[in-house]
C-alpha cells in the first residue's frame, strides 16, 4: 500500500502507511454478512435503549423502531438471554452467528409436518430432506447469515402449516396458532405481504368452487381478526393492515366471509329456494355496492394508501424501471434467469410439475392451498430474483409429493406377486383362460424389473441432486460476500480481501467524527466495519437522501462539492474494478445513480451521459460523464498501470483534473495479478478513498490556493442537524479577495423578477434599532421593524410556496419539486392542492386566532406538506409526546417522517427541521403578538389554548431552537422572502439568540424532553 495522505482536521496533513482497499464492490443483494453487520448492532443498540441510530444517514439519523422489522433482533436477544439464563457461557455473536442455521433445523422439522399434513408421511420425510440441503434455502441459512430472512421461512412455513391443519381440522386452537405464527412473520420480514395475499386468495378459490364449510370459517377469521391486531403492535407495520391498499384484500375476502355465513343462516331460516335466490341477489348486490363505495372513499380521501412501488413492481415488471429506479436497480430485484434456477433447484425443477400432476389427481383442501403456492411463488420467482427463496419450500414439498407418490407406487408393484403363482396349478382352466394367464406370467417379471430400473434411477437422481446441492453450498454460499474469492487459472483459490482491509483503514486512519459519503450499497458494512458516520445506506428509506449523493456523483465536481460540503463530507469511497474486470463496481452500476439521482432532481438527465443511446467508459463517452465526479475519481491514475503487455497504459490519467479532492488512500499499481492464499500483500487495484473539503479546497473553483497550501487551515461551523457547513478558510490567497470564503457556499438563482432593492436585504442594518434590548422592550421594537410588510392573497401564496420550498433550493425555478415539511419528501409541484398531493400548512394554526389579512398568508409560517400529514397534525400544538406515554404514536402518520411522533395534544415534526417551525412560531407571537386596536396578540405558552391565541410548547420551542440553528436552505428561505415577496424577515432565523433574549427559558413542570444534543449526536 502507498503512503497515503488522510484529511487533517485542524489543517495539518499526516502521513500514514494503510493497507490495501478494495477493488471489488458487494453484492447489491441482501448476501450473508450484509445484513448481518447492521442487524447486530441494532440488536446491541436495542439493549441499551439507544432508538436514534445516528452513525448513518447523517444529518438525518435513522429511528430504528419506525424502519426495521425487530423479530430477528428479539429472537436473537431471547436465545442469549435464554443461554444465560441456563449458565451457558455464550457471546451475543455467537449466538447470531448460528441463529439462521437453528432456525432451518426447525423449518426442516415443520416441512415434515406439512408434507404429511397435504399427502402423507412419506412426502413429509422427503420434503424435509430436499429442504434441508437445497441451495435456494441454504443461501440464507448458512452460519453467519443472521438475517431477516433466517427466521421468516421458518416463520412463513409455520404459518402456512397451521392455517392448513386448521382448515382440515376445524380447531380453533390451530386458527389462533396460525395468527401468533403471522405475528411472528410479521415482526421479521416485509414478505409477510406474501401470506396476507395468498390466504385470502386460497379461500376466495374455495369459495368459488363450493368448497366452503364452518372448518375453512373458523380458520381464516381466526387467524386474520388475531393476526391483524398482534400486527398493528408491530411500530414497522402499523395500522397498514386497515390503511394499505396490499392489505385490502384480506379485508375484503374477512367480510365475504361474512356474508356467506350469513346467508346461510337466513337459507336455513327460510327453507324457501325462490325467497332465497331473491334475497340472495338483493343482499349481494347491496354488499358489493357498499364495498366499491368504501373502497372508493378510502382511496379518494386518502385513507386507503396506494400499492407500494414494490408490490406494483411484482405485478409488472416493468414498473420499477420507468417510476422507481431504486428499487430496479438492485440485482435482487431482477427477473430471474433459467441458470439461477437450475442453480438453485436442479431436478426439483422437473419433480415440479409430476408434483402437481399428482395434486391435480388428488385434490383436497391442503392440496390445492400448496398448488397454490406452488404457482404464485413460482411465477414471483421468475419477476424477481430474490424470491426463489420464497418459492423454495413450495417447490420441496410439491417435488416430495412426486417422489413419494412415485416412489409408493412402484414399491407396491415390487410387492405384488402374480395370482397365477399364487393360485399354483389351477384344476378346470380352458384353453382360453389359460394362455392369458400365461401372458399375465411372462408380463410380470418385466414389470418387477422396471420398476426395480426406475427405483435405481430415482435414487440416482437424488444422489447428484444432494451432490450439486453440496457443491453450491460450497462454491457459492460458504464464504462471507465481503470476502471474496475466485480460481486462478492453475485452479488455486484466489482470495480478495480488499474491503475489510479498507473498512480497517477508515477504523484506524480517519477521524472518529468524520462522515463517509458512498453509494448505499456499503453503507452498512462502513458503519459496522469501519466505525464511521455514512449518508446513506443499504435500509434505503429515504429516497431523496440517496437522490442527493445520486447527484453529487454525476454532477461536475465544483457542483458535486458544494452538495458534499452542505452534507458535511470529509471522505469519498469509490469502488473501481477496471483491473480486474470486476462487473459490479460503481462505474458499472454508475446509470442507476443518474436515474435515482434524476427521479429526484430533474437537472440529472441520463440522455447527457450516453452517446447515441449507448453507455461508454472509454474515451468516446459523453462530455458529461468524462467530467463527473463519478469518473474522475474511478479513473484515478489509471494512465500509469499497464493493464496488457504489449499495450498501452490505461486511458488518459484524471489526477490532474481533481481540483477538489485529495486521495486519502488507493491500491499500488505495480502489479495487477491478486494475491493467492497465503500470500503476504494484496496489490489489487480497488477502493479509492478520496478526502473531501481538504486542506486543498476552496469553494469557488476561480481562486486557487497557494502553492503551500498546507500552511491554510480552515474551520467547521456546526449548523442544524442538516448538517449544512459554512467553511471559512484563516488564510486565503490574495487574488481570491473575501468573496471565495462563502461565494461558492450561497450560489443561487434567483427569478428573473424586477424588484427594487429592499431595507430588509441589509441584515447587517436592519437590526440597528434593537441592539441592546432584551425582553419585552427588544419584542416590542422587533414587532415595529417585521410587522409592516407586503401582504400576498391566498392564492398567490401556492406559486411562492413552489419557489421558496423547491427541493433544488440553488435552482428553484428549474426543480419541479418541493418539499414536505412534515415527511421531508420531494414531490411535484403539480401535485398543489390535489386530494393525494399537498397543500398549504400553517404552522401557527388558523383556530389559534390568524382571521384573515396578512397574517393568514404569512410566508413564514406556511410550508408545503402533505394532505394526509396536514389533516393528522390538525391543530395540534408543537411538543413531544409525555414520557411513558401509551398514546404516542410515532410516526405521528404513515406518510410523515419516521421521526416523528404525536398524542391527542402534541405534534412533534421531523427532527432536521424542529429549529426551522419553532424560529415561524416565534415570529408569529412577535410580528402579531402586540395587543393593539385591530392586533391578533398572539402568546406563546406551555400551557396553550386557542381560545387565548396562545401556542406552545414555549419550552419545546426554546429547546428546539437551541438544538437545531438555522442551516442554509432555511437562510435562503429568509432571504427570498424578503427580496421577493413579503420585504420582511425573520428575526430568529438571522439572530436565534433573540428568543432566548424575549423568553427566558421556561422549565415546565409537566414535561421531560429527551432531544440529543450536537454534541450527544456526534458521538
Not at 769 to 786: F, N, Y
Not at 942 to 949: C, L, N, T, V
Request: hydrophobic residues 40%.
Amino acid at each position: 500500500m502507498a503512503v497515503t495522505k488522510t484529511e487533517p482536521i485542524n489543517g495539518s496533513t499526516t502521513k500514514t502507511s494503510a493497507p490495501p482497499s478494495s477493488s471489488s464492490s458487494p453484492s447489491m443483494s441482501l448476501k450473508s454478512d450484509l445484513l448481518s453487520t447492521l442487524s447486530l448492532r441494532s440488536l446491541k443498540l436495542k439493549t441499551k435503549q439507544q432508538e436514534l441510530l445516528i452513525q448513518s444517514w447523517y444529518p438525518l439519523g435513522r429511528i430504528i423502531g419506525g424502519t426495521l422489522y425487530p423479530g430477528l433482533m428479539v429472537t436473537a436477544a431471547i436465545m442469549y438471554w435464554g443461554l444465560r439464563f441456563l449458565r451457558f457461557a455464550v457471546h451475543i455473536r455467537e449466538v447470531c452467528v448460528l441463529t439462521a442455521p437453528f432456525f432451518a433445523s426447525n423449518t426442516t422439522l415443520v416441512a415434515y409436518f406439512f408434507g404429511k399434513e397435504i399427502w402423507d408421511s412419506g412426502a413429509g420425510l422427503v420434503a424435509a430432506i430436499l429442504i434441508a440441503i437445497c441451495p435456494g434455502y441454504i443461501s440464507r441459512s448458512v452460519a453467519g447469515s443472521y438475517d431477516n430472512e433466517g427466521v421468516a421461512i421458518f416463520a412463513l412455513l409455520l404459518t402456512f402449516y397451521m392455517f392448513v391443519k386448521a382448515v382440515n381440522t376445524g380447531s380453533l386452537a390451530w386458527g389462533l396458532a396460525s395468527a401468533f405464527g403471522y405475528f411472528y412473520m410479521v415482526s421479521a420480514w416485509g414478505g409477510y405481504v406474501f401470506i396476507i395475499n395468498l390466504i385470502p386468495l386460497y379461500v376466495l378459490v374455495l369459495l368459488i368452487t363450493g368448497r366452503y364449510s364452518m372448518r375453512l370459517y373458523v380458520a381464516y377469521n381466526c387467524m386474520y381478526v388475531l393476526g391483524m391486531l398482534l400486527a398493528m403492535q408491530i411500530r414497522f407495520v402499523g395500522f397498514q393492515h386497515v390503511q394499505s391498499g396490499e392489505h385490502m384484500a384480506a379485508m375484503g375476502v374477512f367480510f365475504l366471509m361474512q356474508v356467506f355465513y350469513f346467508l346461510g343462516w337466513v337459507n336455513h331460516l327460510l327453507n324457501d329456494k325462490k325467497k332465497f335466490e331473491a334475497f340472495l341477489r338483493i343482499s349481494v348486490t347491496c354488499a358489493v355496492g357498499v364495498g366499491a363505495i368504501a373502497l372508493g372513499v378510502g382511496t379518494a380521501s386518502g385513507y386507503i394508501s396506494p400499492w407500494t412501488g414494490r408490490f406494483y413492481s411484482l405485478l409488472d415488471p416493468t414498473y420499477a424501471k420507468d417510476h422507481i429506479p431504486i428499487i430496479a436497480s438492485v440485482s435482487e430485484h431482477q427477473p430471474t434467469a433459467w441458470s439461477s434456477f437450475m442453480f438453485d433447484f436442479q431436478i426439483l425443477l422437473f419433480l415440479f410439475p409430476a408434483g402437481l400432476y399428482f395434486c391435480f389427481k388428488r385434490l383436497t383442501d391442503a392440496t390445492i392451498f400448496i398448488v397454490m403456492y406452488g404457482l404464485t411463488s413460482m411465477y414471483f420467482a421468475g419477476v424477481m430474483v430474490r424470491l426463489i427463496l420464497v418459492a423454495t419450500p413450495a417447490v420441496c414439498l410439491i417435488s416430495a409429493i412426486a417422489v413419494s407418490a412415485t416412489i409408493k407406487n412402484l414399491t407396491m408393484l415390487l410387492r405384488t406377486k402374480s395370482k397365477v403363482s399364487q393360485t399354483g396349478s389351477t384344476k378346470g382352466s380352458g384353453g382360453g383362460k389359460a394362455s392369458s394367464k400365461a401372458l399375465l406370467d411372462q408380463s410380470q417379471p418385466f414389470q418387477r424389473n422396471g420398476a426395480i430400473a426406475l427405483l435405481f434411477g430415482a435414487f440416482y437422481l437424488l444422489s447428484r441432486y444432494a451432490i450439486h446441492c453440496t457443491w453450491v453450498t460450497s462454491e457459492a454460499y460458504s464464504s462471507p460476500s465481503i470476502v471474496l474469492a475466485a480460481r486462478g487459472a492453475h485452479g488455486n483459490r484466489v482470495i480478495f480481501d480488499d474491503y475489510r482491509e479498507a473498512y480497517y483503514w477508515l477504523r484506524q486512519n480517519t477521524p472518529p467524527e468524520a462522515k463517509v459519503m458512498s453509494w448505499w450499497d456499503y453503507g452498512y458494512q462502513i458503519t459496522a466495519m469501519g466505525n464511521r458516520t455514512v449518508i446513506v445506506d443499504n435500509n434505503t428509506w429515504n429516497n431523496t437522501h440517496i437522490a442527493t449523493v445520486g447527484r453529487a456523483m454525476s454532477s461536475y465536481e465544483d457542483e458535486a462539492y458544494e452538495i458534499m460540503r452542505s452534507l458535511d463530507v470529509n471522505y469519498v469511497l469509490v469502488v473501481f474494478g477496471g483491473v480486474t474486470g470486476y462487473s459490479s463496481d460503481d462505474i458499472n452500476k454508475f446509470l442507476w445513480m443518474v436515474r435515482i439521482g434524476g427521479g429526484v432532481f430533474p437537472v440529472i438527465k441520463e440522455p447527457d451521459y450516453l452517446v447515441n443511446g449507448e453507455y461508454r467508459v472509454d474515451k468516446g463517452a459523453a462530455p458529461k460523464m468524462l467530467n463527473c465526479l463519478m469518473y474522475k475519481l474511478s479513473y484515478y491514475r489509471f494512465g500509469e498501470l499497464v493493464t496488457e503487455y504489449g499495450k498501452p497504459p490505461g486511458l488518459e490519467d484524471a489526477e490532474s483534473n481533481l481540483g477538489y479532492f485529495d486521495v486519502a488512500a488507493h491500491s499500488p499499481f505495480g502489479r495487477t495479478s491478486p494475491r493467492s492464499e497465503g500470500s503476504p500483500s494484496m496489490e489489487l487495484q480497488g477502493i479509492l478513498l478520496t478526502g473531501c473539503c481538504s486542506n486543498l479546497l476552496v469553494a469557488n473553483r476561480r481562486c486557487k490556493l497557494a502553492p503551500n497550501s498546507t500552511s491554510f487551515a480552515f474551520r467547521r461551523k456546526s449548523s442544524s442537524p442538516k448538517a449544512q457547513t459554512n467553511l471559512k478558510l484563516d488564510h486565503i490567497q490574495q487574488s481570491c479577495n473575501n468573496s471565495a470564503s462563502t461565494a461558492g457556499a450561497l450560489a443561487q438563482d434567483y427569478p428573473s423578477l424586477s424588484s427594487p432593492s429592499y431595507g430588509c436585504e441589509d441584515v447587517s442594518s436592519y437590526y440597528d434599532s434593537v441592539r441592546g434590548l432584551k425582553g419585552k422592550a427588544l419584542k416590542k421594537k422587533l414587532h415595529s421593524v417585521i410587522s409592516k410588510h407586503h401582504s400576498l392573497s391566498y392564492k398567490e401564496v401556492w406559486d411562492a410556496l413552489k419557489f421558496l420550498d423547491a427541493a433544488n433550493v440553488d435552482r428553484p425555478q428549474a426543480s419541479s419539486r418541493i418539499i414536505e415539511i412534515y415527511s421531508l419528501r420531494a414531490v411535484s409541484k403539480n401535485l398543489a392542492g390535489k386530494p393525494n398531493g399537498w397543500n398549504r400548512e400553517h404552522l401557527w394554526p388558523r383556530s389559534y386566532g390568524l382571521n384573515g389579512g396578512p397574517s393568514l398568508t404569512d410566508l413564514h409560517n406556511i410550508r408545503p406538506a402533505d394532505v394526509n400529514v396536514n389533516s393528522s397534525r390538525g391543530n395540534k400544538y408543537y411538543g413531544e409526546c409525555r414520557e411513558k406515554s401509551i398514546q404516542c404514536l410515532k410516526p405521528a402518520n404513515k406518510e410523515a417522517s419516521p421521526d416523528t411522533e404525536t398524542d391527542k395534544e402534541r405534534w412533534a415534526p421531523p427532527t432536521q427541521v424542529r429549529g426551522d417551525i419553532a424560529r415561524a412560531i416565534m415570529y408569529m407571537a412577535v410580528c402579531y403578538g402586540l395587543q393593539q386596536p385591530g392586533g391578533l396578540n398572539l402568546h406563546l405558552s406551555d400551557s396553550p389554548s386557542f381560545e387565548h391565541r396562545e401556542m406552545g410548547l414555549l419550552s419545546t420551542l426554546l429547546k428546539w431552537n437551541e438544538v437545531d440553528p438555522p442551516s442554509r436552505e432555511e437562510k435562503l428561505r429568509n432571504d427570498r422572502v424578503c427580496k421577493f415577496y413579503q420585504h420582511n424577515r425573520n428575526p430568529f432565523v438571522d439572530h436565534p439568540e433573540y428568543a432566548s433574549l424575549i423568553w427566558k427559558p421556561v422549565t415546565p413542570s409537566h414535561q421531560s424532553f429527551h432531544f440529543p444534543a450536537r454534541k450527544e449526536l456526534m458521538k
